[in-house]
């Protein structure tokens, strides 16, 4: 089944909107480098558009009608917003989800350290990384720190032209015999993963013995004092993330590619508020979630295992008519939901990875995956063919370009989205996304047709589904 390059295709206005839609998803990668920041640009744009949180709908003891718009948030790092359709919300959902945390490394809860007059952060990296890919590259800090009086300080560090970075040394090539025997995931361990912070001894003072002191990490100290008002003890209750420094690029010289950190999953994520945020009426209510800790597997109160989702609507079918479980199952089992996430683009240089036939590649439109797993199927949500053929029809009254991959060949490896969890209330649920060349790595690749026919597919579905 040969599917067409969406370039040769496009209008002028097409590429004129294509355009359009890809600078304003480049501007959120930049905006929203964690799941938090993410959050945060989601609540910006979704008030814009006219949407309030479900608590100030709540308070104003609301009745809920056609055509209100809502958004509740999770712990500041998972997001659901509706659009409440025409029929009620026991018919069902049409629900857009994708998650907004990346692969990346975390700093540790006692990470501040000194060895041999250099000041480092201790990590843990957080998803599956390849950790050889991220050492010598500039480095960004951000994320937050609540400290015991309730403030919370927000840190972005890295990202402005007179910022400084930082970064994961590596042994050098000169001395690098024994390294370069390992294997590509021993290279470099986890523990070794540590981040170069400071290396400027703090000024001598009467009152303070260097002899005694570890002055670099102390100089270090005074600085998060000066910046931030941090003290060390404050690391405990922060959540800080190390992020590649650096602003998505056009990537090719015909500009028709993006290079840039997080793209699995903020290029379905965003696209699909993209898609949420310009439908103006629907039959059925419409929905975008936006989850933390895919990475990770989903766990935790932010992640799609936790009962967040349930809960809201609950809420909304009380602001409906009543209080119901019955109707919340309903609602549930009636839905039909894109579970968006990335697909592993055909790469050439690799192609024995790769079963040609099933591939996604650049430029053939949004892909559906029927399942995902590994070997065998396992951990797979794998769709039925009667929601295979209506989606078809949907992406076709569109003129959506589409395409249908799957992860890679049977015994290669595999992976998974949020879709079997959702599938366990009973609903239609597929995998769908876009093509991501150099997945989990520090930058990714995507192509600028993907990415624009992504924002269509995931518009037309929440109209005509």
Not at 19 to 33: F, Q, R, S, V
Not at 150 to 170: A, H, N, R, Y
Not at 311 to 323: D, Q, Y
Request: with cysteine.
């Amino acid at each position: 089944m040969i599917r067409k390059n969406a370039w040769k295709s496009y209008t002028d206005s097409q590429k004129q909107e294509l355009n359009t839609i890809n600078e304003k998803y480049k501007a959120c990668l930049n905006a929203g480098k964690t799941e938090r920041e993410c959050v945060k640009l989601a609540v910006k744009m979704l008030e814009e558009k006219g949407y309030q949180s479900l608590e100030t709908y709540k308070t104003a003891n609301n009745k809920l009608k056609t055509g209100d718009k809502i958004y509740a948030v999770c712990m500041g790092k998972s997001i659901a917003a509706f659009q409440i359709g025409k029929k009620p919300l026991e018919n069902g959902m049409n629900i857009l989800g994708a998650h907004i945390d990346s692969p990346r490394i975390d700093v540790k809860q006692n990470p501040l350290y000194e060895n041999e007059e250099l000041a480092y952060l201790d990590t843990h990296y957080y998803g599956g990384i390849k950790k050889y890919q991220w050492v010598t590259l500039p480095l960004a800090l951000h994320g937050v720190v609540a400290k015991k009086d309730g403030t919370v300080v927000e840190i972005s560090l890295g990202e402005k032209e007179d910022d400084p970075v930082f970064v994961v040394t590596d042994l050098l090539i000169h001395l690098a015999g024994k390294q370069m025997e390992k294997k590509a995931n021993a290279v470099v361990e986890g523990e070794k993963l540590d981040l170069l912070f400071g290396s400027c001894p703090v000024e001598e003072t009467p009152d303070l013995d260097t002899e005694e002191k570890e002055t670099v990490k102390e100089n270090v100290l005074q600085l998060l004092k000066e910046y931030y008002d941090v003290e060390e003890e404050d690391f405990v209750s922060a959540e800080l993330e190390i992020v590649p420094a650096g602003k998505a690029r056009d990537c090719g010289i015909d500009r028709s590619m993006i290079l840039s950190y997080g793209q699995d999953d903020r290029v379905c994520a965003f696209t699909s508020l993209f898609a949420m945020l310009d439908v103006e009426e629907t039959e059925r209510t419409a929905c975008c979630i936006l989850v933390d800790k895919e990475e990770i597997g989903s766990v935790g109160a932010t992640g799609m295992h936790s009962r967040f989702f349930e809960n809201v609507i609950a809420e909304l079918v009380a602001l409906e008519s009543s209080e119901s479980d019955l109707k919340v199952r309903r609602a549930l089992q009636n839905s039909c939901m894109l579970s968006s996430d990335v697909s592993a683009a055909y790469d050439p240089m690799y192609a024995e990875a790769f079963e040609k036939r099933s591939s996604a590649f650049f430029a053939k439109g949004l892909v559906f995956n029927k399942f995902t797993g590994a070997r065998g199927k396992s951990g797979s949500n794998d769709a039925n063919a009667e929601y295979l053929a209506k989606i078809r029809q949907v992406m076709d009254a569109g003129e959506v370009a589409y395409q249908f991959a799957e992860l890679g060949k049977v015994d290669e490896g595999g992976g998974g989205t949020i879709a079997y969890i959702m599938a366990n209330y009973g609903m239609q649920v597929i995998d769908s996304g876009v093509a991501v060349l150099s997945m989990h790595a520090p930058w990714e690749v995507t192509s600028k047709a993907d990415v624009y026919e992504a924002y269509r597919g995931y518009k037309s579905f929440l109209i005509k589904m």
